[in-house]
């Protein structure tokens, strides 16, 4: 690795904060939706987003490669890459929900080594890089001390394939439910991943996620 995670990470939050300044812009315009399936959407601000941030990235890490979201032809990830969300919780985008995120994550080495989560509408940006800590808009955070399932609060997602999945997901969902404070269904995992991050959610769970998905939060 020659460059320092830490070194990088307050460009790439510079990053991610100019290219949610999108979303915001977009947030009040009629918008154009397309179906990659039968309930997942993508949006012209999904892609104005990916593309902004992947000349912004570019500028910071030239030789660095890039798995997206909108533009991915697989999930392989060699050398050094930038994992991108441009729009996490499209859904909550098109209905007007404000619980929508961009992530980005630094692989190398085969590891993540820096992650940074911003949710344009609600002001919070959560940044991690590997052996730094975790942080909320430059305040150190941490996960839940709580140990015991029935006092814990506990975030899920359900899978675009809900059709084919929905009587695991219903029996799984039960035996969380009767077994915990409740659960609460954000709509994008990068929000999960972050608010489980800061003690909000005392766990979170779901199946059938792609990395761009989970990279940053984890």
Same mark, same amino acid.
């Given at each position: ?6 070194? +990088? ?23 154009? @939706? ?27 890490? /030239? ?23 441009? +729009? ?8 007007? +929900? /404000? ?6 994550? +630094? ?46 609060? @506990? ?6 394939? @809900? ?47 792609? /990395? ?7």
């Amino acid at each position: 690795m020659d460059f320092s995670p830490q070194d +990088l990470l307050p460009r790439v939050e510079s990053a991610v904060d100019k290219s949610g300044e999108i979303i915001l812009d977009h947030w009040s315009r009629a918008k154009t @939706i397309r179906h990659k399936g039968r309930v997942d959407l993508v949006t012209e601000t999904d892609v104005a987003v990916e593309k902004d941030l992947g000349a912004r990235l570019s500028a910071i890490l /030239p030789k660095a490669g890039f798995l997206a979201e909108e533009t991915a032809s697989g999930e392989d990830l060699e050398g050094t890459t930038w994992i991108v969300d441009p +729009l996490d919780g499209t859904t909550n985008f098109a209905h007007g +929900l /404000p619980f929508v995120a961009v992530s980005v994550a +630094l692989w190398s080495e085969g590891e993540i080594v820096l992650g940074v989560i911003h949710l344009p509408r609600l002001g919070e940006t959560f940044s991690a890089v590997k052996g730094g800590g975790a942080r909320l808009n430059n305040k150190l955070i941490r996960v839940s001390a709580t140990e015991d399932l029935e006092s814990s609060l @506990i975030a899920t997602g359900f899978p675009y394939d @809900i059709r084919t999945r929905a009587d695991e997901e219903v029996q799984r969902l039960k035996r969380v439910l009767v077994q915990t404070r409740g659960i609460r269904r954000m709509g994008a995992a990068a929000v999960d991943l972050a608010y489980t991050a800061c003690g909000c959610f005392d766990a979170y769970y779901e199946v059938g996620l792609k /990395p761009w998905d989970t990279a940053a939060g984890w």
